[in-house]
């Protein structure tokens, strides 16, 4: 159905200033997101005739170089309202009118019920961890299991599986121009990343990649690491690492926040850009081994099919960072073939494998499916693989395999999409191509 979107009042008692957008989690990018709203501009949308609609106000402080809140409700229509958010009041006024002037219904009951289900979720998730040893002691303090969203309905507490789930389908729906906008993007970074920053001959990449295909080990690893390599630098050279606290005054906080400009992110964030992005291209550039023989074929493709014989995991563990341990997330390229895999590492220009020193979760979607798996010898039922198993190791897929298990069961996988489909943020890694 078409739609006519409108914000005609926005104001909040404290002067600060703050931006509201609508998010429908429900339906197909990218019309599950408004733009932020202007005042008194129109925005053209397509709905399903019933939908779920919910609210997000970001609240800045006077010079917006920090989010001071972050909010979320089910909001009303065709009249000014107000809603309370940190014992201050939001005045707002949306205008809602839909083509023939038929009603769109809104749901709004079961939202609660879901909400419930994703609490049980996490609270099942911590049930389970306590009947678990760590492989050592401190690992106890390294594996948060979820963040938490504010709203009208009460809290919510987020799994951080949904941030593999939140480009999802991303490019479903894009026009023919906006596709070739990518490809051209892609085309001209990757050639000078690997030209000015690497210095090598797009050339001699791809006579790597063709060695590769030869089963030539060395050059396969070669390779992916210099794939690696790139989303790297493509990423730390977007998004500047800033942590939650400094940005928002939260411990924990997922989703990107812009001030003045430029993109801010804290780990979990950064990693999961370059995951999203990795998707996107191997979509966009979706070659296979096959293709790999030509000589006309650009070094994106080659790219692409290599990662089209690979996945793409979310890995939560611990890392030594200026000579102590923290919790930290990154990146990972799992190639399908017998070499070691290879880190995203986007808050530096490139990674240090020598810093990664266990594992404890890893978060993807392969194939539609949703995986949130917790990684347990399976000799003693310990938790946490030292990453040296996997970055050193030929036969790291095999270990993977080995030590994961997945928490995803009893249908909770709608719920978990929806969380995911919350755009929460008023800005993303997309708009950087």
């Known amino acids: 159905m078409n739609v006519q979107i409108s914000l005609n009042k926005l104001s909040y008692t404290t002067g600060n200033t703050c931006t509201l957008h609508l998010t429908f989690p429900e339906e197909n990018i990218p019309y599950n997101s408004t733009n932020i709203l202007q005042l008194n501009?129109?925005?053209?949308?397509?709905?399903?005739?019933?939908?779920?609609c919910i609210a997000v106000v970001h609240i800045y402080n006077y010079n917006n170089t920090q989010l001071q809140s972050r909010f979320l409700f089910q909001p009303k229509f065709n009249a000014p309202y107000d809603i309370t958010i940190d014992n201050n009041k939001l005045t707002y006024e949306?205008?809602?009118?839909?083509?023939?002037?038929?009603?769109?219904?809104?749901?709004?009951?079961?939202?609660?019920?879901?909400?419930?289900?994703?609490?049980?979720?996490?609270?099942?998730?911590?049930?389970?961890?306590?009947k678990y040893q760590p492989r050592r002691e401190s690992l106890r303090l390294k594996h948060s299991l979820n963040y938490t969203l504010n709203s009208n309905m009460g809290v919510w507490d987020i799994p951080y599986v949904t941030i593999a789930t939140r480009g999802h389908k991303v490019l479903q729906?894009?026009?023919?121009?906006?596709?070739?906008?990518?490809?051209?993007?892609?085309?001209?970074?990757?050639?000078?990343?690997?030209?000015d920053v690497m210095g090598y001959r797009v050339t001699s990449v791809i006579q790597t990649s063709q060695l590769a295909i030869k089963e030539d080990k060395a050059a396969l690893h070669s390779i992916m690491r210099q794939i690696a390599a790139y989303f790297s630098h493509f990423i730390h050279t977007r998004i500047?690492?800033?942590?939650?606290?400094?940005?928002?005054?939260?411990?924990?906080?997922?989703?990107?926040?812009?001030?003045?400009?430029?993109?801010?992110?804290?780990?979990?964030?950064?990693?999961?850009?370059?995951?999203?992005?990795?998707?996107?291209?191997?979509?966009?550039?979706?070659?296979?081994?096959?293709?790999?023989?030509?000589?006309?074929?650009?070094?994106?493709?080659?790219?692409?099919?290599?990662?089209?014989?690979?996945d793409v995991a979310l890995f939560q563990g611990c890392v030594k960072?200026?000579?102590?341990?923290?919790?930290?997330?990154?990146?990972?390229?799992?190639?399908?073939?017998?070499?070691?895999?290879?880190?995203?590492?986007?808050?530096r220009e490139a990674s240090d494998d020598s810093k990664y020193k266990e594992i404890i979760r890893a978060w993807m979607m392969k194939d539609d499916n949703i995986y949130d798996i917790f990684l347990v010898n399976p000799e003693n039922n310990q938790y946490g693989l030292e990453m040296a198993n996997l970055l050193y190791n030929s036969e790291a897929r095999h270990v993977f395999k080995q030590w994961s298990n997945n928490l995803i069961s009893g249908g909770i996988e709608k719920d978990i999409l929806f969380a995911g489909n919350l755009v929460t943020e008023t800005c993303n890694i997309f708009k950087q191509l």
């Not at 501009?41 to 779920?52: A, I, Q, R, W």
């Not at 960072?321 to 880190?343: A, T």
Request: proline share 1%; hydrophobic share 40%.
């Open 240 to 310: 500047k690492y800033k942590s939650d606290y400094s940005a928002t005054g939260c411990l924990d906080y997922v989703g990107l926040n812009k001030f003045h400009d430029t993109l801010y992110a804290d780990c979990e964030d950064i990693a999961a850009c370059g995951y999203d992005v990795i998707r996107i291209f191997r979509r966009i550039f979706n070659a296979d081994m096959f293709d790999l023989s030509s000589k006309e074929l650009h070094v994106a493709h080659h790219i692409g099919a290599w990662l089209n014989h690979s």
């Open 94 to 130: 949306i205008t809602f009118t839909s083509e023939g002037a038929v009603p769109i219904v809104f749901k709004e009951k079961d939202i609660i019920q879901m909400k419930k289900r994703i609490h049980s979720y996490t609270e099942m998730q911590y049930s389970m961890l306590s």
């Open 41 to 52: 501009e129109t925005v053209d949308f397509v709905l399903k005739d019933t939908t779920h």
């Open 321 to 347: 960072h200026e000579g102590k341990e923290i919790n930290h997330v990154w990146c990972v390229i799992m190639s399908h073939f017998d070499v070691p895999f290879v880190v995203v590492e986007g808050t």
């Open 173 to 195: 729906n894009i026009d023919v121009d906006t596709w070739r906008n990518y490809e051209s993007f892609f085309y001209k970074d990757i050639t000078t990343f690997f030209k």
